[in-house]
Every structure is written in structure tokens, then in C-alpha cells.
């Protein structure tokens, strides 16, 4: 079975930000780990194109909504080669091939008698494309994410019995603990499954943007519907002539913000179930990058931008930033002044300095190359174990955590060249054997965690790794001592000062 990885299709009315690229960035570590460790690897993303938002947005700018849709899709599909995505797919909910899908999988929902006709009346958010429960309704009848007022809603639509699922979706919680992820999140689905779960509405009347209902072409699927069903649709079609559903299907992650969360945990389930699909392994629902605007600094001024960080820093600078700063799954604040000061002391100094003086070392003491001696006991012995770790981290998407049991050892390396001080042996010729031991040990743990860092920092590692003459990033060579000593060549600062 493969790892899939999906990012929430992203709507299109939004233009891209840093929370856009937060999510594409945490699965693009996933993924890339995971085929570092030789896996089948599936990852998509998307956008998520239709709904009344659009169509009004169109209407407002005398265009189609298919056009308004195309232009707006075109700056998510260009984000991801910025911030080095590597995704196998890019969906777009308004192609034919998915549209068809969707009215095959939701006509079987319905002959498998999950669905009717009934009267809606309620509150509806239309920024959240999302009819409100009680307790979701704010003061004054406000939307209570939002905070903007609630259109009232009278129409007849279709349902989904969700409420029919209410025992197998308490099963699913109590049989599988980390369906959802991080435990803050299983135990908030948890408890709105537990509240009782009342039925939704399935379709729209009075919308033509969206795909027709087969069995009552006046009505398009409630876009909810139309956009969840693109993590199965997408493995019809992602690769010509093949389906890639029995090769990909159950997920394996399905990454969002918590704001999402009920669609991805609770509907989702339950109409996977309706269609007779098996269950994803994992719903991760991570926090919120807030933004303290207090904290401002000399060069970003006081928001965080993450085009201007890529454009003055590369991004690299802002993939380890996100999920240095914060512990993916919480939320947490983060500043422009915070991401100078992550970048000076940590990637500049602690791991650009330490690689630039390694090399350096190797040129001057050991004729470029790598020594061909068994690395220090002692230093191994702190690298004991770390591979597994990482790896077991990152199969729970605990991704902060991984990148910092990483760094410990990025700290170590620099302590270690602090204790042995190369530059005082290569004085004594006496003591030439000690100096080799010293820089192999020091060559073979940057080496291991430039392999392990290789998700976060693809590029800046893949430089570094050609510049010690081991391209190699296959899983195996993560571990402390399974490298191959070579020649080094030369290699530009990897996080130099700004301009
Ligand atoms: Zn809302």
C-alpha cells in the first residue's frame, strides 16, 4: 500500500497565503520523507472551484465563473514550484473528469439510500459555504469564524442521513485514537459526534455553478460534497489510462486547519461510508500561524510574508520557519523579527557556519576529501537511534518534533568541533591520525543530518550533500556511519546575509 498525502483543495476566491502555504509545505515534508524511505508516494493538492462565492465574485466582475475559476487557479498551481511542493497532482474540481466522478459516487450514495428530499430552513454561512447548528450560531445570528452575518435559508434541498451514522462513527473514534491527530482535535470531533448528529443538506437549488445532481438536474451538489470527494476522484484521472485507486486508496493523511475540521472528520467519514469506501488512516488538523504584528523587524517590516521571505531569504528559510516556530498541530505566533532571528542563529550559524567550516576544514587539513577512518565511538553513539526516531515522529506527522530532535544533533556537531578544536591538531603532525578521526566524525554527522533535514530543506541540502561528494538521500544512508568517504568540493554560503 502507498502513502497519500493530500492538502485541502484550496478555494479559489482566496489569493495565496502563508496559511495556504503552511499546509502545502507540512505535507510536502511528509511526503518527501516518506519517499526517502523508498514508499509509494501520492501527494495532491488543488483547488476547489465551485459554490455560490465564485459565481457571485464572477457576476461581480462580468466574467464566467469558469474564467474568474481558471485565473484564480493558475496562482495556486504556480505556489507550489515557489515554495518547492513536490505534488504528484494538482485537481481542480471544475474538471469534467471529476464532475463525472462525483455524480457517479453520490448516485450510488443515493441508490444505497443515504439521501432524500426534505425543507431546509436555517442559517447559512455563505464565506463558509456552511449551513449552522445551534452552536455554531454566534451573537446577533453571526457566523462565529467570520464574524459576519448569517443569511437565513428556505429551500428545498436534498439530504444526506448523516445522523444514520451516528453508531459506526462513534466505533471509528473509540476503535481508532488517532484517526484524528494531534488528540486536541480527535477529542473536539469527537464531541460533536457525540452531541447527536443531525442531517445536511446534499445539494443547492438555486445554484447552476456546481456539479448537477443526476437524479434531479435542478439541483448542484452542496459544494462541501463536490470538494471532499476530490481525495478519491483525483486517483481516477491524476495518471493517463491508469486508476491509482487500489494503489493509494485509503489515505494515508489528510492534512487541514482546524477550521476545517468537521467536514474532514465527521461528514467525510460518514459519506465515505455511504459510497462504500474504506476509512483514511489519519485526519491531521493543524492550528493557525497568528501573526504578532508587534514584533516587526528591520528587513521584513512587521508582517510575514512568506513571498517577500522567499524572495529575500529563499524557501528553504520559510520551510524550516513554519514548523521550527510553531509545533505543527497547535497554534502558535509567529513575526518577521522570530524569523530573522531563527534564521541568523539557526540556519546561518548553527547549520550554514557548520557546514562551511566542515568543508573548509576538509580542503585545508585532509586534501578535500573525506578520511577514510572509522568515525569517533563517542559522537556515534549520540547519533545512535535517530533515524528510527525521525521516522517514527513523521509516521504521526509530529513534524516539529522530528526537526528538532534533528537540530539536537545539528547543536551537538557544533559542540563537538568546539571540544576537539581541528585547527589546534593540524599544527601537531604528531597528531595527524587524531585530526582524521575528527573530521571524518564531523563530515559523517553533517552528512546524516543534512539526509534527515533533506525534507525540510530540499534545496540548500541537496547543494550540501553534492558539496561532500554523497548525493545520496535514500533512508539507508540516514544512519551515523553509512557513508561512503569521498572528495568535497566547494559550496556558496547556504543562508548568507540578506542583501
Ligand atoms: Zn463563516
Known amino acids: 500500500m502507498g502513502f497519500y498525502v493530500t ?35 501520492f501527494f495532491l493538492t488543488g483547488t476547489d472551484e465551485h459554490g455560490e462565492p465564485v459565481a457571485q465574485a464572477a457576476e461581480r466582475e462580468g466574467v464566467s465563473p469558469k474564467e474568474l475559476a481558471d485565473r484564480n487557479a493558475a496562482r495556486f498551481q504556480d505556489l507550489m514550484p515557489i515554495l518547492n511542493v513536490s505534488n504528484d497532482f494538482f485537481i481542480r474540481t471544475s474538471d469534467e473528469r471529476h464532475k463525472a466522478a462525483v455524480q457517479e459516487i453520490m448516485q450510488r450514495v443515493h441508490d444505497n439510500g443515504h439521501v432524500y428530499k426534505g ?21 446577533d445570528d453571526t457566523c462565529k469564524i467570520h464574524l459576519i452575518a448569517l443569511t437565513r435559508e428556505h429551500e428545498e434541498n436534498w439530504f444526506f442521513r448523516l445522523s444514520a451514522f451516528q453508531e459506526q462513527l462513534e466505533a471509528l473514534y473509540a476503535d481508532r485514537p488517532d484517526f484524528v491527530l494531534p488528540r486536541i482535535r480527535y477529542n473536539e470531533a469527537h464531541s460533536f459526534i457525540k452531541g447527536g448528529l443531525q442531517d445536511v443538506s446534499l445539494s443547492r437549488a438555486n445554484l447552476t455553478w456546481g456539479v448537477t445532481v443526476p437524479w434531479d438536474t435542478g439541483h448542484v451538489f452542496y459544494v462541501w460534497f463536490d470538494a471532499l470527494l476530490n481525495y478519491v476522484t483525483a486517483l481516477r484521472f491524476a495518471r493517463d489510462g491508469e486508476d491509482l485507486t487500489d494503489a493509494f486508496w485509503p489515505a494515508t493523511f489528510h492534512v487541514m486547519a482546524k477550521d476545517i475540521l468537521k467536514f474532514h472528520c465527521v461528514f467525510w467519514p460518514a459519506l465515505l461510508l455511504a459510497a462504500g469506501y474504506a476509512l483514511p488512516k489519519h485526519v491531521f488538523v493543524h492550528g493557525y500561524l497568528l501573526m504578532d504584528e508587534h514584533k516587526m523587524s528591520k528587513s521584513l517590516g512587521n508582517v510575514l510574508d512568506p513571498f517577500q521571505i522567499i524572495d529575500k531569504f529563499g524557501t528553504d528559510a520559510l520551510r524550516y520557519y513554519c514548523y521550527r516556530e510553531v509545533s505543527f498541530g497547535a497554534d502558535g505566533n509567529v513575526s518577521p523579527a522570530g524569523f530573522e532571528e531563527r534564521y541568523t542563529t539557526e540556519l546561518a550559524n548553527d547549520y550554514g557556519n557548520l557546514a562551511s567550516r566542515t568543508l573548509n576544514m576538509l580542503r585545508r587539513y585532509a586534501d578535500a576529501r573525506v578520511p577514510e577512518v572509522e568515525p569517533e565511538p563517542e559522537l556515534a553513539g549520540d547519533f545512535a537511534g535517530l533515524d528510527d526516531e525521525v521516522a517514527a515522529l513523521l509516521d504521526q506527522a509530529q513534524v516539529t518534533q522530528a526537526l528538532d530532535r534533528i537540530w539536537q544533533r545539528v547543536r551537538r556537531l557544533n559542540r563537538y568541533v568546539e571540544e576537539q578544536q581541528p585547527w589546534q591538531l593540524a599544527k601537531d603532525p604528531d597528531r595527524a591520525d587524531e585530526l582524521a578521526r575528527v573530521l571524518a566524525s564531523l563530515a559523517e554527522g553533517l552528512r546524516t543530518v543534512t539526509v534527515l533535514l533533506h525534507p525540510y530543506l530540499p534545496e540548500s541540502t541537496s547543494k550540501l ?8 538521500i535514500t533512508y539507508a544512508s540516514a544512519r551515523f556511519g553509512a557513508g561512503t568517504p569521498g572528495a568535497v568540493g566547494e559550496l556558496a554560503p547556504l543562508f548568507p546575509k540578506p542583501q
Not at 478555494?11 to 526517502?36: E, F, K, M, S, W
Not at 550533500?465 to 545520496?472: F, I, S
Open 119 to 139: 425543507l431546509y430552513e436555517g442559517w447559512y454561512c455563505p464565506r463558509c459555504a456552511d449551513f449552522k447548528t445551534e452552536a455554531e450560531i454566534g451573537p
Open 465 to 472: 550533500l553534492a558539496a561532500l561528494g554523497a548525493p545520496d
Open 7 to 41: 492538502t485541502p483543495i484550496f478555494y479559489v476566491n482566496a489569493a495565496p497565503h502563508l496559511g495556504h502555504a503552511y499546509t502545502a509545505i507540512g505535507c510536502d515534508i511528509l511526503a518527501r520523507h516518506q519517499r526517502q524511505r523508498g514508499e509509494e508516494v
